[in-house]
């Protein structure tokens, strides 16, 4: 059964960066159709970015030019590196797999 872990979220300032990491256990032959989610408070779950089959890669407009998604098949490992951080990308950030999702990061951006 595939589990998703993410980690590195926090705290930072207007205008900082953080990169977060989701690893996957279990029987996972590639990193291709996974994805970041964030959910903000009172808001719906929003699709950030996912990597599709070829490396190619989505982002959500809110974040273009800002985030960036990659990741490591060998490791089972998707990243998201996010820089220019607004206070507006504060949000809980899930990992998610075809119908598996992480328990969630925290982000929060605030002065």
């Known amino acids: 059964q595939v589990q998703l872990v993410e980690s590195g979220g926090g705290s930072v300032q207007p205008g900082g960066s953080l990169r977060l990491s989701c690893v996957a256990s279990?029987?996972?032959?590639?990193?291709?159709?996974m994805a970041w989610w964030r959910q903000a408070p009172g808001k719906e779950r929003e699709l950030v970015a996912t990597?599709?089959?070829?490396?190619?890669?989505y982002y959500a407009d809110a974040v273009k030019g800002r985030f960036t998604i990659s990741g490591d098949n060998a490791k089972k490992t998707m990243y998201l590196q996010m820089n220019s951080l607004k206070p507006e990308d504060t949000a809980v950030y899930y990992c998610?797999?075809?119908?598996?999702w992480g328990q969630g990061t925290q982000v929060t951006v605030s002065s």
């Open positions: 998610k797999w075809f119908d598996i």
């Open positions: 279990g029987t996972i032959f590639s990193i291709a159709n």
């Open positions: 990597i599709r089959g070829g490396g190619n890669t």
